[in-house]
């Protein structure tokens, strides 16, 4: 209940700080949160403004759900074997700094400018922020809660399932939170280029006719996509970590 006052309270200040200042802007700049709100009402009675949303949304979810199925394996092995995590640790200090939205013409061009290439690029992304905070949480796990389990005569698979993925599910959780502000950027750049729905295309489209109420309405939809993945995960780690909670 607190929360939901506190997100009440929070979207009080906002709205109230941004009719401020479109007051002191001057709505041709800065168009109010009313004018806006009318906006995203009409948009909301079209087909095309909800297939806008939809296919951003899918190419989130699936770039997520990739992320998380290839890159949370990875960062589990190599943080639980210290020969796997020295083989490939250079390799991944050598990519992890470099940033991969310039791989984007590349990308797109091996894997077209639909929904699949600009999947593979939020997935190349997100990738490397799964893999870095599994690794690293799964190296976290101490000597003693290793050696404690196989006194008892747990085999290597019982360390894994009753040590390391309970101690590295919570990291896991927290990078998917902080990747849904990286991933909605990014979606942003990535569907302004070659496509004709998404949001991105959505905001950029408005721009280019000059429709400032269009603009602020993908600018609120995207950040409520992101509002909701933060929420989603939050949930998901009270659920599956509870015991994280105590």
């Known amino acids: 209940m607190s929360s939901r006052w506190g ?8 709205l109230t700080v941004w009719q401020l200042g479109a007051w002191w802007a001057g709505e041709d700049v800065l168009v109010g949160p009313i004018i806006v709100l009318r906006k995203l009402a009409s948009e909301a009675g079209t087909a095309l403004f909800w297939k806008h949303v939809g296919t951003s949304s899918f190419r989130i979810l699936a770039a997520l759900a990739i992320a998380f ?14 020969r796997a995590d020295k083989f490939a640790r250079p390799l991944i200090y050598l990519t992890y700094p470099v940033p991969k939205i310039v791989l984007l013409p590349l990308v797109l061009l091996i894997f077209g400018l639909g929904d699949l290439g600009k999947i593979v690029m939020l997935w190349i992304i997100l990738f490397f922020q799964l893999l870095i905070t599994t690794r ?3 190296r976290g796990v101490s000597k003693a809660a290793r050696y404690s389990l196989y006194s008892l005569g747990g085999s290597r698979k019982d360390l894994f399932v009753h040590v390391i993925w309970p101690y590295s599910l919570p990291a896991v959780f927290t990078a998917l939170r902080i990747a849904t502000g990286t991933v909605v950027a990014v979606l942003f750049f990535v ?3 070659g496509t004709r729905y998404g949001m991105g295309f959505y905001i950029m489209d408005a721009w280019g006719r000059a429709d400032i109420p269009q603009i602020f ?3 609120v939809v995207l950040a409520v996509m992101g509002v909701g993945l933060y929420e989603t995960f939050d949930v998901c780690e009270r659920v599956f970590c509870r015991w994280n909670k105590l």
Not at 7 to 14: E, G, N, P
Not at 70 to 82: D, F, I, N, W, Y
């Open 191 to 193: 569907e302004s280029i």
């Open 69 to 82: 199925v290839t890159a949370t394996p990875v960062g589990l092995a190599l943080g639980s074997s210290r």
């Open 136 to 138: 690293d949480a799964a």
């Open 217 to 219: 309405v993908g600018i």
């Open 7 to 14: 997100y009440l309270w929070s979207i009080a200040v906002l």
